[in-house]
């Protein structure tokens, strides 16, 4: 295959790098390293190939995949019968240590706690990585996985699929819609008959099913009897394993606040919920995010709500929710709009715009979230969600968590990494690995 590049791909490659930089995240001056040609195929190893995992791994099938891991037969089942010639492995650690001259790069579909182990691995091994959010479990993972990215050169993604869609948000606050913002509020209907959350560590011990290897599925977290109150889904509700509705869906929901808004880490976060649980995550919670001023930006309070929890009266007024709503609120000195999780904004009240027109599209669209990364992958370009911006955005939300497990206000630092305080903190920023187990 010939290596020589025309006119009409330089071209091609300028405007996609052109277009990329206007796409959200915070971008540095680096040019990450291909892995192929870009008229060749990439090497991808998968970990965790069942539920999201095989969501996953359907949007590569385009690409050669080379090998593939999960810890449960019976739910990768499918994923393993639709390609045969990738070669399997239980552990992900074996697989990237055998695969390392085979691949190009990596898709880390687990629950959150295997997230950064795996993801740094990869990245340690000089391969692209494509994470599912929360990028990390704990807040000092998601600064370590960027530094790594960073360090490696590597083209990375985090699993937001739905951040291309936030560019006609940007679009408006750009064009002041309504005007500086000042507040956003954010909600979700989950975990509220999504997933069991504010109940009690099971002190049964049930059969490990045949086709679970439960130490591996364990991996990092704190070992302990198998019971099926921990998998498969319901372990977002527990602190050893997930991170609750707030990690499970503000990387999501936050998202259009942190491109628009061009939001770096918060300087205070205060969290309330019920119950207070040393094992699983709460019911509900209400946080609170204070972001200083960025440029020519207000400074901003951005409110979270989850299990159908909603923001205060005068916020509320003139607007009207469908039952199950996913999606934000932005306060302006001009007016207000509801964006819908993936939907277009609308400004408020109604009768202050009744002749609004929207503002014509300007920025360069993303068809594909996850094609972006295969082809950032292959021309050595950048991504939306890039772990420079996604890291900022993950650690911002999980303070939340910490924040509620404190029970108080943290006053963040976030040069330094930790709540000034708060030294009690320190437990829930930073990860404690079983043997084994490390970045």
Same mark, same amino acid.
């Given at each position: 295959?010939?290596?020589?590049?025309?006119?009409?791909?330089?071209?091609?490659?300028?405007?996609?790098?052109?277009?990329?930089?206007?796409?959200?995240?915070?971008?540095?001056?680096?040019?990450?390293?291909?892995?192929?040609?870009?008229?060749?195929?990439?090497?991808?190893?998968?970990?965790?190939?069942?539920?999201?995992?095989?969501?996953?791994?359907?949007?590569?099938?385009?690409?050669?995949?080379?090998?593939?891991?999960?810890?449960?037969?019976?739910?990768?089942?499918?994923?393993?019968?639709?390609?045969?010639?990738?070669?399997?492995?239980?552990?992900?650690?074996?697989?990237?240590?055998?695969?390392?001259?085979?691949?190009?790069?990596?898709?880390?579909?687990?629950?959150?706690?295997?997230?950064?182990?795996?993801? %740094?691995?990869?990245?340690? /091994?000089?391969?692209?990585?494509?994470?599912?959010?929360?990028?990390?479990?704990?807040?000092?993972?998601?600064?370590?996985?960027?530094n790594l990215a960073r360090k490696h050169k590597v083209v990375t993604q985090m699993g937001t699929q739905g951040h291309p869609a936030y560019v006609r948000l940007?679009?408006?606050?750009?064009?002041?819609?309504?005007?500086?913002?000042?507040?956003?509020?954010?909600?979700?209907?989950?975990?509220?008959?999504?997933?069991?959350?504010?109940?009690?560590?099971?002190?049964?011990?049930?059969?490990?099913?045949?086709?679970?290897?439960?130490?591996?599925?364990?991996?990092?977290?704190?070992?302990? @009897?198998?019971?099926?109150?921990?998998?498969?889904?319901?372990?977002?509700?527990?602190?050893?394993?997930?991170?609750? %509705?707030?990690?499970?869906?503000?990387?999501?929901?936050?998202?259009?606040?942190?491109?628009?808004?061009?939001?770096?880490?918060?300087?205070?976060?205060?969290?309330?919920?019920?119950? /207070?649980?040393?094992?699983?995550?709460?019911?509900?919670?209400?946080?609170?995010?204070?972001?200083?001023?960025?440029?020519?930006?207000?400074?901003?309070?951005?409110?979270?709500?989850?299990?159908n929890r909603r923001p205060p009266e005068d916020v509320m007024e003139g607007i009207t929710l469908k039952p199950g709503f996913n999606g934000s609120i932005f306060?302006?000195?001009?007016?207000?709009?509801?964006? @819908?999780?993936?939907?277009?904004?609308?400004?408020?009240?109604?009768?202050?715009?009744?002749?609004?027109?929207?503002?014509?599209?300007?920025?360069?669209?993303?068809?594909?979230?996850?094609?972006?990364?295969?082809?950032?992958?292959?021309?050595?370009?950048?991504?939306?969600?890039?772990?420079?911006?996604?890291?900022?955005?993950?650690?911002?939300?999980?303070?939340?968590?910490?924040?509620?497990?404190?029970?108080?206000?943290?006053?963040?630092?976030?040069?330094?990494?930790?709540?000034?305080?708060?030294?009690?903190?320190?437990?829930?920023?930073?990860?404690?690995?079983?043997?084994?187990?490390?970045?």
């Amino acid at each position: 295959m010939s290596n020589r590049i025309t006119r009409r791909e330089l071209i091609q490659r300028a405007t996609l790098s052109a277009g990329l930089a206007a796409l959200g995240g915070v971008w540095i001056e680096r040019q990450a390293k291909a892995s192929t040609s870009p008229n060749e195929k990439l090497n991808i190893a998968c970990i965790g190939v069942g539920g999201q995992g095989a969501s996953d791994l359907g949007h590569f099938v385009n690409e050669n995949i080379v090998a593939m891991c999960d810890v449960d037969d019976a739910r990768a089942a499918d994923s393993f019968k639709a390609h045969p010639e990738a070669r399997k492995y239980y552990d992900y650690r074996r697989m990237l240590d055998k695969e390392a001259k085979n691949i190009d790069a990596v898709v880390v579909s687990t629950p959150d706690h295997h997230h950064a182990p795996a993801s %740094a691995m990869a990245i340690k /091994l000089g391969k692209h990585v494509y994470c599912q959010k929360p990028l990390t479990h704990t807040v000092d993972e998601a600064r370590a996985l960027m530094n790594l990215a960073r360090k490696h050169k590597v083209v990375t993604q985090m699993g937001t699929q739905g951040h291309p869609a936030y560019v006609r948000l940007v679009e408006y606050i750009e064009k002041g819609v309504i005007g500086p913002v000042t507040e956003v509020h954010v909600m979700t209907d989950r975990p509220a008959g999504w997933w069991p959350q504010g109940i009690e560590r099971p002190t049964t011990v049930d059969p490990i099913p045949p086709t679970l290897k439960w130490d591996l599925w364990l991996g990092p977290a704190p070992e302990r @009897p198998y019971n099926h109150a921990y998998l498969p889904f319901v372990w977002r509700g527990w602190w050893d394993f997930g991170t609750g %509705a707030l990690g499970d869906m503000a990387c999501h929901l936050m998202d259009g606040a942190f491109w628009a808004l061009k939001l770096q880490y918060p300087i205070t976060v205060e969290a309330e919920g019920e119950p /207070l649980l040393p094992d699983s995550c709460p019911k509900w919670m209400v946080v609170h995010y204070e972001f200083p001023p960025r440029g020519d930006m207000p400074a901003v309070k951005l409110h979270w709500y989850d299990s159908n929890r909603r923001p205060p009266e005068d916020v509320m007024e003139g607007i009207t929710l469908k039952p199950g709503f996913n999606g934000s609120i932005f306060v302006g000195e001009k007016g207000k709009l509801l964006v @819908p999780h993936g939907g277009e904004p609308q400004p408020f009240p109604k009768e202050k715009f009744v002749d609004f027109q929207p503002p014509a599209p300007y920025l360069p669209r993303v068809a594909d979230h996850y094609q972006q990364w295969v082809d950032a992958c292959k021309h050595g370009g950048e991504t939306g969600s890039n772990f420079d911006y996604a890291a900022v955005m993950t650690e911002s939300v999980l303070l939340g968590n910490v924040a509620f497990r404190v029970g108080h206000k943290l006053e963040w630092d976030a040069k330094n990494m930790r709540a000034t305080n708060a030294p009690e903190a320190d437990q829930y920023i930073k990860h404690h690995y079983r043997r084994g187990w490390t970045l």
